[in-house]
């Protein structure tokens, strides 16, 4: 008989952060386990909040399936003597199967043991399989406590195991697994029976825990939401820090504080920044889009005397305010290009100098990228004074405060001194994108200084070693490199990746020719695999991405171009046909020993249709190449098809007279050259 399995693992309070992953986990888990161990099961369902990981599987199976295998064996000749005794291989086969060497069964030429496994008890099985589940989650940092081997997020204050209404005995270091939860730390009771997986959802609800994080994820939402509305504002709720606050909180209860009005007259980040990254509020705006004095911010707990949780946020974010004007005001007392100066006395990296000379590194690669892009004088200038204010806002008291506001800052306080609101701009872009999904850059210069500080950046670090490998890359060049990525494509820049990284190697003072060539061949790997992870979450298949990386990388978007291409036409009828015949065709051309082609040795009409095929097509895909449309380089490629078939139907190539069978493997290798410049099509997989 089936019945519900509920394991809950009580904990201190675990990082909001880890929630997510270890929820998933958890998940992924059991149901591994589960199979595992031939046990079947319903739904499983993972919830949890700062002081609990729980996992409800529905309808378990009162006992394993039955499990009935055929394992094969040694053959039949090793297996038995001429006399059909069984050998030592044989008797030691049965013997590790746990059969009668009798019961051996010969199948194909082989010994087969048939093995019958009846499933245990479910019961039986379960206080291993539970404790074998906590031991298997991990975290992005865990600890032991006390004296106990035992390492999890967060100590282990208690665990609930039950099996319909049974307790499931175990015990890990300190803890003894029971039917006994625990309520909100300071609202609910310390200890609560919970006789079933029913019970477990109502007990907490009645002792102010809401257990599953979609629940309370509504219904922050709508508190926020409706609080802000009753103010007569909109509440600007960030994916991201909504997600932290359901995993901070047990039983949400929004609130609505304020602040003085003087305090509006600061740039909006610099209020937003303090609210959201440091007090983990929610601004609001009015009506015009402008913020309004007033914050929402979640307890954890009910609304009793919400007037006192109130007044001590708002004297919090008072004291945060004040400090973020007093810089603003103090920072306004020095120019932006004052503060460049200063970057004289801040190292970048070991061995790599100042932020200083990253500066003149940066003016120089940018406009060196601009030029490349053919950028007018008017824009160039822009370039260089941006490059060169760029990183000057790193050592104002406001940014030492709230590194967060780097580059934001910079572009207010270079508007506030009077310098080219297209520099501020610039100022402002040149860090973005600054995590997965954020903004890029819209204004030339603020790609190009861009492109320029993130290229240095990774050519400086890989310069001493550190290229990032599995899971550490605390440098974030990887996000860096998906930057220059996702700009090059949305700006349509045609740039050498090579000729970007060469002269940042030169800025760098990197001369020697050996670990130059060294560092720009791991400079393209890197690249290579973050524009193939772009075009994954495209959707694109993996064939027609590893034919389109396989010619080269160097171009961004000349890459994304021609996948793009790939995506729309590689998996028509028509070229699937053209591939399977081009594969043909190149297996043929890896045999010629010359490239000229001389139309006065074909003997077959097929050979002349084949030659002015390709002459056309030549032409055609030159025309196409120039003008990067390679959806039409490959719809000529696919009307190769036809007369290719045709050629290898009348012709035989690999014929005695060596004139004519070089003549024709001439013609081959040209013709699988047509798509050199687009995609290697023997990548393909044809259907």
């Known amino acids: 008989m089936s019945k519900d399995l509920l394991l809950e693992i009580g904990t201190e309070e675990i990082p909001a952060k880890f929630m997510p992953g270890a929820l998933a986990q958890l998940e992924n888990i059991t149901k591994t386990k589960l199979a595992e161990l031939r046990i079947a099961h319903g739904e499983v369902r993972t919830v949890g909040t700062p002081r609990r990981l729980a996992v409800i599987i529905?309808?378990?199976?009162?006992?394993?399936?039955?499990?009935?295998?055929?394992?094969?064996?040694?053959?039949?000749?090793?297996?038995?003597?001429?006399?059909?005794?069984?050998?030592?291989?044989?008797?030691?086969?049965?013997?590790?199967?746990?059969?009668?060497?009798?019961?051996?069964?010969?199948?194909?030429?082989?010994?087969?043991?048939?093995?019958?496994?009846?499933?245990?008890?479910?019961?039986?099985?379960?206080?291993?399989?539970?404790?074998?589940?906590?031991?298997?989650?991990?975290?992005?940092?865990?600890?032991?406590?006390?004296?106990?081997?035992?390492?999890?997020?967060?100590?282990?204050?208690?665990?609930?195991?039950?099996?319909?209404?049974?307790?499931?005995?175990?015990?890990?270091?300190?803890?003894?697994?029971?039917?006994?939860?625990r309520g909100h730390r300071f609202l609910g009771k310390a200890e609560i029976e919970v006789n079933s997986v029913e019970d477990y959802f109502s007990r907490l609800d009645e002792n102010y825990v809401m257990v599953d994080p979609d629940v309370r994820r509504r219904v922050i939402r709508e508190q926020i939401e409706t609080l802000a509305l009753s103010r007569g504002g909109t509440a600007t709720i960030d994916a991201e820090l909504l997600e932290e606050v359901v995993h901070l909180v047990e039983y949400p209860t929004a609130l609505c504080g304020s602040f003085e009005e003087k305090y509006l007259s600061l740039p909006p980040e610099a209020i937003i920044t303090p609210m959201r990254e440091h007090q983990r509020y929610f601004p609001v705006t009015g009506k015009d889009g402008k913020l309004l004095p007033m914050f929402i911010t979640v307890r954890n707990g009910g609304a009793e005397h919400i007037d006192i949780v109130c007044h001590g946020n708002e004297r919090v974010l008072k004291a945060r305010l004040a400090d973020a004007r007093f810089f603003f005001e103090e920072d306004q007392k020095v120019a932006l290009t004052d503060r460049v100066e200063k970057l004289k006395s801040i190292v970048f990296q070991e061995g790599l100098g100042t932020l200083y000379d990253k500066v003149l590194r940066l003016e120089r690669l940018a406009a060196a990228i601009g030029q490349m892009q053919g950028i007018s004088q008017e824009e160039l200038t822009i370039v260089n004074r941006g490059a060169h204010l760029a990183k000057a806002d790193l050592v104002t008291g406001m940014v030492c405060e709230f590194t967060e506001l780097q580059g934001i800052m910079g572009r207010e306080y270079?508007?506030?001194?009077?310098?080219?609101?297209?520099?501020?701009?610039?100022?402002?872009?040149?860090?973005?994108?600054?995590?997965?999904?954020?903004?890029?850059?819209q204004t030339t210069a603020g790609r190009l200084i861009s492109i320029a500080d993130k290229m240095d950046n990774i050519v400086a670090t890989f310069s001493r070693g550190l290229i990032p490998t599995g899971s550490q890359d605390p440098y974030a060049l990887r996000r860096q490199a998906l930057g220059i990525v996702h700009i090059l494509i949305e700006a349509k820049y045609p740039v050498s990746l090579t000729a970007i990284a060469a002269q940042a190697m030169d800025l760098l003072g990197i001369s020697d020719s050996e670990r130059k060539t060294k560092l720009l061949a791991d400079i393209q790997d890197f690249f290579r695999l973050r524009i193939k992870n772009v075009l994954t979450d495209e959707a694109l298949k993996y064939d027609m991405i590893d034919a389109v990386l396989a010619v080269g990388v160097d171009d961004i978007y000349d890459t994304w171009l021609r996948a793009k291409a790939m995506a729309v036409e590689g998996g028509t009828i028509a070229m699937q046909k053209a591939v399977q015949a081009l594969i043909r065709v190149g297996n043929l051309a890896k045999n010629a020993s010359s490239e000229t082609i001389d139309p006065g040795l074909f003997t077959a009409e097929a050979e002349h249709a084949l030659y002015k095929a390709y002459i056309d097509a030549r032409a055609a895909v030159a025309k196409?190449?120039?003008?990067?449309?390679?959806?039409?380089?490959?719809?000529?490629?696919?009307?190769?098809?036809?007369?290719?078939?045709?050629?290898?139907?009348?012709?035989?190539?690999?014929?005695?007279?060596?004139?004519?069978?070089?003549?024709?493997?001439?013609l081959l290798k040209a013709i699988s050259g047509l798509s050199a410049h687009t995609a290697d099509l023997t990548k393909i997989v044809v259907i």
């Open 58 to 181: 529905r309808a378990v199976a009162g006992s394993q399936a039955d499990k009935h295998s055929e394992n094969k064996g040694p053959s039949v000749k090793i297996a038995f003597a001429e006399d059909g005794t069984p050998t030592k291989a044989a008797l030691g086969f049965a013997r590790g199967q746990g059969v009668d060497p009798s019961a051996l069964v010969v199948k194909d030429g082989y010994i087969y043991a048939v093995v019958q496994e009846v499933g245990r008890q479910t019961t039986e099985l379960l206080p291993e399989l539970l404790t074998d589940i906590i031991n298997h989650l991990s975290f992005p940092k865990s600890m032991r406590w006390g004296h106990l081997d035992m390492r999890f997020a967060r100590p282990i204050r208690w665990v609930v195991a039950l099996f319909g209404s049974e307790v499931v005995p175990f015990t890990l270091p300190g803890v003894t697994s029971g039917n006994m939860t």
């Open 414 to 441: 270079a508007l506030l001194h009077g310098e080219n609101p297209a520099v501020a701009q610039a100022i402002f872009e040149h860090y973005l994108p600054r995590f997965a999904g954020d903004m890029l850059p």
């Open 624 to 666: 196409h190449e120039a003008e990067k449309n390679y959806q039409g380089v490959l719809t000529v490629l696919a009307a190769m098809a036809a007369p290719i078939d045709a050629f290898f139907g009348a012709v035989m190539v690999m014929v005695e007279d060596t004139a004519v069978k070089n003549n024709r493997l001439a």
